[in-house]
């Protein structure tokens, strides 16, 4: 997965190093979004130069085309100088490839919630198959990035076992499954981010490839992996939340045939507000680290 999560305590971002940006050029596409609410405007230095003046709350920049993949960041209090900075050091920001990012700012200084998420592929610029490639998806104020399915048992045989966590279904010391076998059940993650500034409340989850589809938390209790299904699941203003193995995730049951890796199932979701997203999701070979 791309995504790179940098969790820090200051509250904007970066640009610059600007090459005269030819609109479809390669290179890095970087736009900024600040959507930490309680942050000031900054103004944002790039390698020691300012490159975004008194970006404000809820402002998002122009896509700008980047020199390089490697920035030094620096963050001000609008008006203020480099002595003022919120980190002592700079930021190194670094994207991994060409292509179009949004860095947003989400959470709160206060309390420590503060990130600062390098977005790939933003869904409305990215190519179609790029935008399938990476499974991401944007509706409203709703943005997912890096959604990926899980392979079926399956195909991870192969000495693969001792590696499946408790979505995969009745291994790793779980108790209280489905009771289903593995090759019936497989997860979906992503990671779900709330550009808005109201809370979204997630309530429903369906794909394509599955008769029953919930949403569901795993925990550790004494050491026993354990999952269930949870009601609802708040993405909270201007901030985001993961699906990930041993967390959060879709669970997909009764599947209508295995998951192969290299396929794509559609993954919809459902919010209180009334929003929906449907995704297209690549399936993949999970390894658990
Ligand atoms: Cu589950």
């Not at 693969?160 to 995969?168: C, G, I, K, R, V």
């Not at 559609?266 to 009334?274: D, E």
């Amino acid at each position: 997965m791309k995504l790179r999560l940098l969790c820090l305590v200051v509250c904007l971002v970066l640009s610059l190093p600007f090459a005269a940006a030819s609109a479809h050029g390669d290179g890095v596409h970087v736009r900024v979004a600040h959507l930490s609410p309680t942050a000031p405007a900054v103004d944002i230095y790039v390698n020691g130069e300012m490159a975004i003046g008194a970006l404000s709350y809820k402002s998002v920049t122009d896509y700008m085309a980047l020199e390089g993949f490697e920035f030094a960041v620096q963050i001000v209090p609008a008006g203020g100088t480099l002595a003022d900075a919120v980190t002592p050091e700079p930021i190194m920001v670094t994207f991994e490839g060409a292509g179009y990012y949004t860095v947003a700012a989400v959470g709160l200084l206060e309390d420590g919630t503060f990130e600062l998420l390098v977005l790939p592929h933003d869904g409305e610029m990215a190519h179609d198959m790029e935008a399938k490639e990476e499974g991401t998806g944007s509706a409203g104020s709703i943005m997912v990035t890096g959604a990926y399915a899980r392979a079926t048992a399956r195909e991870m045989e192969m000495g693969a076992m001792p590696e499946a966590t408790a979505e995969a279904g009745g291994m790793g010391g779980m108790e209280g499954g489905h009771g289903m076998s593995m090759g019936d059940v497989s997860a979906a993650y992503m990671l779900i981010s709330n550009t808005g500034s109201e809370p979204e409340v997630l309530v429903g989850v369906a794909s394509d490839v599955s008769d029953m589809t919930q949403l569901h938390q795993t925990t550790v209790q004494d050491g026993m992996a354990r999952m269930g299904e949870i009601e609802e699941l708040e993405i909270p203003a201007g901030g985001s939340v993961e699906l990930m193995p041993g967390g959060y995730h879709v669970m997909m049951m009764e599947l209508k045939h295995p998951l192969l890796p290299g396929e794509y199932v559609t993954i919809t979701l459902t919010f209180a507000s009334g929003l929906e997203l449907t995704m297209t999701v690549p399936v993949k070979e999970v390894v658990m680290p």
